[in-house]
Each structure stands twice: as C-alpha cells, then as structure tokens.
C-alpha cells in the first residue's frame, strides 16, 4: 500500500511540475507576442540551373529556448495567431527592406486563418510602398474553414502586388481542386518526396506529374529540404529547377554574406 502511494505522489508531482512548466511557457510566448521580442533569417532559394538565387525565406527566431512550430501552436491556443503572424509578416519585409536584394523575392508564411483578417489585408496593402517582390507562403499545415473568403483574400493580394506560394505540398490539407484554384506563382515540395535510401518511383511519378502541369501553368515548382549532396542530386535527376535547403545555404541574418 505505501508503495502505491508513493508512486501516487510521485506521479501527482510530476503533472504538477508540467503544468507549471506549460504555464511559464505560455506566459513567456505571450510576452513575447506582446513586446514583439523576436527577428528573422533568411535561407536562399536556389535556381539549379545557373546557381543563382532567386529568393529567400524569412524564418521566424526568437532569442529563447523555443521551436517556431511551438510558438505559433501556443499562440493559437492564447488566441494570438492572427497578431503574432501579421506582426511577424510586416517586421519581416520590413527588416528586408533595408538590405540590397530587391531584384529577388521574399518568402513569408502566412496561416491561411490569418490571410483572410481584415487586419492582415490592410497591413499588406502599406507594404507595397517598400517596392519588395513579397511571395506570400501559404502555410499548408492549417485546413482552411471557408475556402471562397479564403480565394477571394488571394485575389486581393495580387491586385497589391503580392504572389502566391503554396508551401509542404505532398502532406499538407490542400486537395488537388483547392491547389488548382489557388492560382499560385510558386509550388513548394515537402523534404518527404527527398527522404528514404533507394529511388522511389511512386513519388518520381507524382512529382513528374506536378512538375508538367506547372511548365504549362507557368508555374514555379520549389522542392525544400535539399540537405546533403545525395538529395541535391536526386533533385537534378528528378528535372525540378528550384531548390532550398542547408546544402544550398542555412537561414542566417541579413548581414552574413551567403554561404553554399
């Protein structure tokens, strides 16, 4: 009976110690949100053709002990998503703004749920004074609830200017009526269609597929997670132009010059 309780106790105190240690972590994701303490890297995205590059992806980093996934996971639960990924948005373009690649695009993530506010709509408008060539990276790990209100917030944002990315296709919510009516610029491949140690020719035909329907449509089709020489080459022998990932160059600030 003593070792029951025992174990009891322990285990009561180990949920105790979680729970405060959940709640210390919101109440730092808050402050965060709140007096905006966080910046952004930049990670190069490659044409493999002549090695040149013809973006960068703004990536979210804060100077905490914090994965950028758990910071907007969190921020949905405190109902802060919308704030912090606008907030996030401008601060990255404007950051950009001040460095001297403008002839190249900016990638930005975007929740689906937060394209479609009023606030976020009206903040993208006043960017376009900054003269960027801003992608608009639709974060595909959110389903979208209302799929007209959410076509209709895209067209918006061509009419200002900004293009369209749809990111992690492959293993994102999007089904294939949804991405041809999104009327995207850009294509971005999930690292799944990279991973396992032998050739794949389920995922060759997939990607064969996608990659003549964006010839046609003029479309840009990206593959991310290009992370060793082995899946650099695949990518080559697979005929896709576009590349990101850390073999090609790792998300650094601004003013470190781009290392390949």
Same mark, same amino acid.
């Given at each position: 009976?003593?070792?029951?309780?025992? +174990?009891?106790?322990?285990? #009561?105190?180990?949920?105790?110690?979680?729970?405060?240690?959940?709640?210390? =972590?919101?109440?730092?994701?808050?402050?965060?949100?709140?007096?905006?303490? @966080?910046?952004?890297?930049?990670?190069?995205?490659?044409? #493999?053709?002549?090695? +040149?590059?013809?973006?960068?992806?703004?990536?979210?980093?804060? /100077?905490? %002990?914090?994965?950028?996934?758990?910071?907007?996971?969190?921020?949905?639960?405190?109902?802060?998503?919308?704030?912090?990924?606008?907030?996030?948005?401008?601060?990255? !373009?404007?950051?950009?703004?001040?460095?001297?690649?403008?002839?190249?695009?900016? @990638?930005?993530?975007?929740?689906?749920?937060?394209?479609?506010?009023?606030? @976020?709509?009206?903040?993208?408008? =006043?960017?376009?004074? $900054?003269?960027?060539?801003?992608?608009?990276?639709?974060?595909?790990?959110?389903?979208?609830?209302?799929?007209?209100?959410?076509? /209709?917030? #895209?067209?918006?944002?061509?009419?200002?200017?900004?293009?369209?990315?749809? %990111?992690?296709?492959?293993?994102? !919510?999007? %089904?294939? =009526?949804? #991405?041809? &009516?999104?009327?995207?610029? *850009?294509? +971005?491949?999930?690292?799944? *269609?990279? &991973?396992?140690?032998?050739?794949?020719?389920?995922?060759?035909? *997939?990607?064969?597929?996608?990659?003549?329907?964006?010839?046609?449509?003029?479309? +840009?089709?990206?593959?991310?997670?290009?992370?060793?020489?082995?899946?650099?080459? $695949?990518?080559?022998?697979?005929?896709? %132009?576009?590349?990101?990932?850390?073999?090609?160059?790792?998300?650094?600030?601004? /003013?470190?010059?781009?290392?390949?």
């Amino acid at each position: 009976m003593l070792h029951l309780v025992e +174990k009891s106790y322990k285990y #009561l105190n180990s949920e105790k110690h979680s729970c405060k240690a959940k709640e210390v =972590k919101t109440t730092l994701i808050k402050q965060l949100i709140e007096k905006g303490d @966080f910046y952004h890297c930049y990670q190069p995205i490659y044409d #493999l053709n002549n090695w +040149k590059i013809i973006g960068y992806e703004a990536l979210l980093r804060t /100077n905490h %002990d914090l994965e950028t996934i758990e910071i907007f996971e969190q921020a949905e639960q405190i109902q802060l998503l919308n704030r912090l990924a606008t907030s996030s948005f401008t601060r990255a !373009a404007h950051t950009y703004s001040k460095s001297s690649n403008h002839e190249v695009y900016l @990638f930005i993530n975007i929740h689906p749920s937060t394209l479609t506010t009023k606030d @976020f709509i009206e903040e993208i408008t =006043k960017l376009s004074t $900054l003269s960027l060539k801003i992608v608009c990276e639709i974060n595909e790990t959110e389903q979208i609830e209302n799929f007209s209100e959410f076509t /209709n917030a #895209l067209d918006q944002l061509r009419r200002s200017g900004v293009l369209i990315s749809l %990111d992690n296709i492959g293993i994102g !919510a999007l %089904d294939i =009526k949804k #991405l041809i &009516e999104c009327k995207a610029h *850009f294509i +971005k491949i999930d690292k799944f *269609f990279l &991973e396992g140690e032998h050739f794949d020719e389920k995922k060759y035909l *997939f990607l064969n597929l996608l990659k003549h329907y964006c010839h046609i449509q003029g479309i +840009k089709l990206i593959i991310e997670g290009i992370s060793s020489p082995k899946r650099l080459a $695949l990518t080559k022998a697979w005929g896709i %132009d576009y590349g990101q990932g850390y073999i090609l160059g790792r998300p650094q600030h601004l /003013n470190e010059p781009v290392r390949v």
